[in-house]
């Protein structure tokens, strides 16, 4: 009787860690996806408007 219920006690924790970091795990890949946003949003800023158009005004004569 004491056995089964050590057994499902220690089943209860178990479950309880692996929660704990699979929480952990997704809070850390969260986070880094942030930065990487940031990141990535802060060069595209910084590489926008140089102040030369993108396409030529008039097309090429051949």
Wanted: aromatic letters at 6%.
């Amino acid at each position: 009787m004491y056995a089964a219920y050590e057994i499902s006690q220690y089943r209860s924790a178990d479950l309880i860690r692996q929660a704990e970091h699979e929480r952990l795990v997704r809070e850390t890949l969260r986070g880094r996806r942030a930065a990487r946003r940031e990141a990535a949003e802060r060069t595209a800023e910084s590489h926008s408007h140089t102040g030369r158009p993108r396409r030529h005004r008039f097309l090429r004569t051949v």
